[in-house]
């Protein structure tokens, strides 16, 4: 007896005979990219259920490849861009691998009637959103992170020269994130010790960055892609600013969650905020932040934007400004 029922992907996949049992009129699916994955227990759960109209809504409807997209579409229109065989034939091959520019016009001919899409930097649709300014900040190894950055790409590459097919690929992965977290800290390889920031030029310039931000009265989000790395931030800056740092992570439950987006958003004791990249790169409000700081970037653009526009979104009455560590 209600218009409107609201949910959750976990409470939907674990009453999906409930949600079964009746045909909706409207299924409103919100931070679509969910259901990218169209083998998962919760994307075959959502397009089980019975609409007569189906709604999906997303930043990223493409993260990573275009069978996202096509798992998108599966959802509102079963069948309309052909099985995923079919469609990796006609379009991802000659897309992803060939970059074939007439493809991709009629894969865009093909789901452009379907598609209502929003820029935030189109002022006929969004008038008072002021600018997001992109600054590359560009780091120096400090000499303990030069000599562990050699040492590592040393031993590696001697394995990875002996070695070939699935165990090759696994140690070139391996070295690229050992590689990313030397320069992020010594003591996020090594997991040893204090990490004082004259070890890192990254961890330099950050406190250098956010401390101007909270001495001129602003807040600032922190993204990092490693828990661990988002934990020693938090030591860090917390005895080098003299001030609480919070940390949004994975492990909080939703309660907490909640209850640290709220001390930021309305606390002026709360400055700045820690966030992991996988717990807080979508779904989250956070615009009393007017600095967004990219402590390690992501492998893809598109999850960086989406972090970035928890600052950048509407209600932000201030320009963004958003920084990028970048280790030379």
């Known amino acids: 007896q209600v218009d409107v ?37 919760q994307t075959r759960a959502v397009k089980s259920l019975p609409a007569r109209a189906r709604l999906a809504l997303s930043g990223t409807p493409v993260e990573n490849r275009l069978s996202e997209l ?10 309309y861009l052909g099985s995923l065989a079919e469609f990796g034939r006609r379009f991802i091959v000659p897309i992803e691998k060939y970059r074939d520019r007439d493809r991709i016009e009629k894969l865009r001919q093909a789901t452009a009637p379907f598609i209502l899409r929003r820029l935030k930097t189109d002022r006929a649709v969004i008038k008072d959103l002021p600018d997001k300014v992109i600054n590359n900040e560009y780091c120096h190894l400090t000499p303990e992170q030069a000599a562990l950055y050699q040492e590592v790409v040393d031993g590696t590459l001697r394995q990875i020269e002996a070695s070939a097919g699935i ?3 696994g140690l070139i992965f391996k070295l690229l994130t050992a590689l990313r977290q030397i320069c992020n800290h010594p003591v996020h390889f090594t997991r040893k010790g204090e990490p004082a920031k004259e070890l890192s030029g990254k961890a330099e310039k950050a406190v250098e960055l956010i401390n101007g931000v909270v001495r ?3 807040k600032a989000l922190v993204f990092t892609q490693f828990r661990e790395m988002g934990e020693l931030l938090v030591r860090l800056l917390s005895r080098e600013l003299e001030e609480e740092i919070l940390f949004f992570h994975g492990g909080l439950s939703p309660a907490a969650r909640t209850a640290l987006v709220e001390r930021f958003q309305e606390s002026a004791d ?17 615009t009393a932040a007017t600095n967004v700081l990219h402590y390690d970037l992501w492998w893809n653009p598109a999850v960086e934007d989406q972090a970035a526009d928890r600052a950048y979104r509407i209600g932000q009455t201030r320009t963004v400004m958003v920084y990028r560590l970048i280790t030379l």
């Open 270 to 286: 709360c400055p700045v905020m820690v966030v992991s990249l996988k717990a807080g790169g979508t779904g989250l409000n956070l």
């Open 167 to 169: 165990t090759r690929r």
């Open 5 to 41: 029922l609201i949910t959750t992907y976990g409470i939907l996949r674990r009453d999906l005979e409930r949600f079964c049992s009746r045909e909706w009129s409207l299924l409103v699916v919100d931070e679509a990219q969910n259901l990218k994955n169209p083998e998962s227990e």
């Open 216 to 218: 001129s009265g602003e």
């Open 70 to 79: 096509w798992s998108l579409f599966d959802f509102l229109n079963p069948g």
